[in-house]
């Protein structure tokens, strides 16, 4: 745009940008956390990954920063200078005014902190780990229809999965202590030791980005 910024206008258009991306972002993680099918997980979070490179982008960009930052904030009412100072300290605390080179190392460490979070989710939500309990008696204390959706297999055993919907219930309501703390350990180590590696990386370029931002 030319001509004086305005909220009207440049914040406007700047808000509705940060919506779409905020919202594509949020359905990715659904599709990927949750469709049946492997390869839509994988395209989600491909997608999802793209569009966090596209949000490090916007929040380094000088020239949106520069127009949003030439909005006069004579006369605005409280709430909404208020609003358009916090995006204004959003952009500096991203590094906005940093030089060319480094707003292109904190936009590829952001880039890598993403990949290693989504990587990090996939883990978790690819585990196939389960706990197995030797007979019913075991599920002393669970309602009677988690006990018929959870049957002895052909070996005898009760394979029980750690994904949330088949785990809590058996923490909360399983009579055996046991049963209860085999559950509880095993679900809280779900993913692991894949995931040891990848919270490491997450954890080395977040150390790094804040060196860089001067935190």
């Not at 030797?134 to 297999?153: C, E, F, R, T, W």
Request: charged letters at 25%; a neutral charge; aromatic letters at 6%.
């Amino acid at each position: 745009r030319t001509g004086p910024a305005n909220m009207a206008q440049d914040f406007a258009a700047y808000d509705q940008l940060s919506n779409v991306m905020m919202v594509g972002a949020a359905e990715m993680d659904l599709v990927g956390s949750t469709h049946p099918d492997q390869a839509t997980r994988d395209a989600a979070r491909a997608c999802a990954s793209k569009l966090a490179e596209k949000a490090a982008g916007v929040s380094l960009s000088r020239p949106i920063y520069d127009r949003l930052a030439a909005i006069p904030v004579a006369g605005l009412e409280p709430p909404v200078a208020y609003a358009l100072e916090k995006i204004l300290r959003n952009y500096r605390l991203a590094g906005v005014d940093k030089d060319a080179a480094t707003r292109a190392r904190v936009a590829a460490l952001k880039q890598q902190i993403t990949d290693a979070g989504l990587a990090f989710q996939r883990n978790l939500a690819e585990d196939k780990s389960e706990v197995t309990l030797a007979s019913v008696d075991d599920l002393a204390g669970m309602p009677q229809d988690y006990i018929d959706a959870h049957k002895p297999a052909a070996d005898g055993l009760i394979h029980i999965r750690t994904v949330a919907l088949d785990a809590n219930p058996l923490v909360e309501f399983a009579d055996k202590e046991s049963v209860r703390k085999q559950m509880y350990l095993r679900f809280a180590n779900r993913a692991w030791p894949a995931n040891e590696a990848t919270l490491e990386t997450l954890l080395a370029r977040r150390a790094e980005l804040a060196k860089l931002l001067g935190y």
